[in-house]
């Protein structure tokens, strides 16, 4: 093993695709750099596009400052249907009609997630119950309660409205679920919805 001092190390932008993991994108940066010391600054569903800062080597220890910082997001969410993670990948739960549903309606629902609150996490998570990852917990059925988090929504706005999809842009504090928020939208318009 090399001294750390002579270890590749820096901090890479990846544009992660749809299809993998983050923890994909650290094994593979592990297996190109021979570097175990890897790490990424905050984690995007296997389905999810953008921007995934990784840190290798003793720039690993910047982490901790880099996941404190905002996030924004850009985000597809589907009215007339809610799904049990709560994203396309899942099973559908309950469905509804959009007919009724207007560019204005959602647009001012939105707004009312603009503050500070608690959000409910989605039960297909990595939080962690008892030492194991509630979305494994989920996956086998069991009841999966997470107590709700507070996060800060700073910004939100609907960018366009095609039903049954709202695009969305929004700017938000470490630890606010996009999936979640979508749900809740849902719930303030009368209409199931999921993150597309």
């Not at 597809?76 to 009609?97: R, W």
């Not at 962690?128 to 996060?151: C, F």
């Not at 709202?166 to 199931?192: F, Q």
């Amino acid at each position: 093993m090399q001294p750390e001092d002579t270890q590749p190390a820096g901090v890479l932008l990846v544009d992660k695709p749809a299809g993998i993991t983050s923890f994909d994108v650290v094994h593979k940066v592990r297996k190109v750099t021979r570097v175990q010391a890897v790490g990424h600054t905050g984690t995007l569903d296997p389905f999810a596009t953008g921007l995934l800062v990784v840190l290798v080597g003793k720039y690993t220890r910047l982490c901790q400052y880099l996941t404190a910082h905002d996030k924004c997001y850009e985000a597809q969410i589907s009215f007339g249907a809610a799904t049990d993670t709560d994203d396309s990948t899942g099973q559908t739960i309950a469905l509804g009609d959009v007919n009724d549903l207007s560019e204005k309606h959602i647009a001012a629902a939105l707004q009312h997630f603009v503050g500070e609150q608690l959000q409910s996490p989605p039960a297909f998570s990595a939080i962690s119950i008892d030492g194991e990852r509630s979305y494994r917990k989920a996956r086998r059925g069991e009841d999966v309660h997470l107590p709700p988090r507070p996060i800060q929504i700073y910004d939100a706005k609907l960018i366009r409205w095609a039903p049954p999809l709202a695009d969305v842009v929004m700017h938000c504090s470490k630890g606010t679920y996009v999936r979640a928020l979508a749900r809740d939208l849902g719930e303030r318009v009368g209409v199931p919805a999921h993150l597309h």
